[in-house]
Structures are given as structure tokens and as C-alpha cells.
């Protein structure tokens, strides 16, 4: 039996009560486009994010880094796991490379990141489980246009 038909027939039994189990959800990254994202030199697939009607879905997606890419020392209330993908990163003064990953517990300081290779990380931002901090995802992940790195809040 699979997850889903396990889903429907519980449905079944509790007609009149709410789901308590939602069926899984599958994106492929090339059904969606590269946005733009608030530091210098990245580009982001985040393939499901928090809207109004999801507000505790998670930040999760493919982060892109070009050459030079960066961001400074910044603090957030949600936790976040990165997976590095390719390329070769100095994060917090150390250099890490492909396979490497990255857990920030909430609340956190996100170390100074630098890239001279550039390259793709997975990036999973969810809420904080002791702050509650909601990762955001329209401002920061979907920009028109990039601000520069100085008008940019380095505290939320």
C-alpha cells in the first residue's frame, strides 16, 4: 500500500473530521525559474516557500552562486540546514566544499559567506521550533530588484 492510498482511506473512515495526513508534494527544480535573492551574486529556486494559506512551509530550494558571491554576518529566528552542491565556500573564515552540510538551530548568526568558484547549495529554512521565527521568503527570495548590501537588514 502506498502513502497516498493509506491517505484516502483514512479519508474514508473520518468523514467528518479534518485530514490528519496530507499527501506528498513533488517538484522538480526546472518547473521553476531563477529569482533574484537579496545578496550580491545569488539567484534562487526556492520550489516551495511559506505563502498566506502555507505559513509554516518551508523555505526549500537550490541556491545558484556566482563567482564573488557573498553575504554578510546576519541573524535569523527560523533554523535552516544547507547542503553544498558544488563549488567551494568560506563560511565564518573556514572553507568548505560538495557535500558538506550546514545546520543553524534557531535563533542564530549566520556566518560571512564567500565564494571565489561559485556554486549550488539546497538550502531547507523552516520555523524555529524554540522561537517560532517563520522563515520569509517574499522580499528575500523573489526580489525585482536587488537593494544594495548596506539598506539591507542584517537583524531578521
Known sequence: MTAEQLVAEGAGKAERAAPRH????????????WETIRWPGQTGKMLFHPRA????????????YEAGANHPLHHHEFSQ????????????????????MVFY??????????????????????????????????????MVERKSIHSERTDV
Open 22 to 33: 496530507q499527501p506528498a508534494e513533488y517538484i522538480h527544480r526546472d518547473e521553476r525559474e
Open 53 to 64: 494559506e502555507r505559513p509554516t512551509e518551508p523555505n526549500a530550494g537550490i541556491v545558484r
Open 81 to 100: 540546514v544547507w547542503y553544498i552542491l558544488s563549488g567551494e565556500f568560506r563560511i565564518g573564515g573556514k572553507l568548505y566544499g560538495p557535500g558538506t
Open 105 to 142: 538551530p534557531d535563533p542564530h548568526y549566520e556566518d560571512e559567506l564567500f565564494t571565489e568558484s561559485g556554486g549550488e547549495m539546497l538550502f531547507v529554512q523552516y520555523p524555529g521550533p524554540s522561537t517560532g521565527g517563520r522563515p520569509i521568503y517574499d522580499g528575500r527570495f523573489n
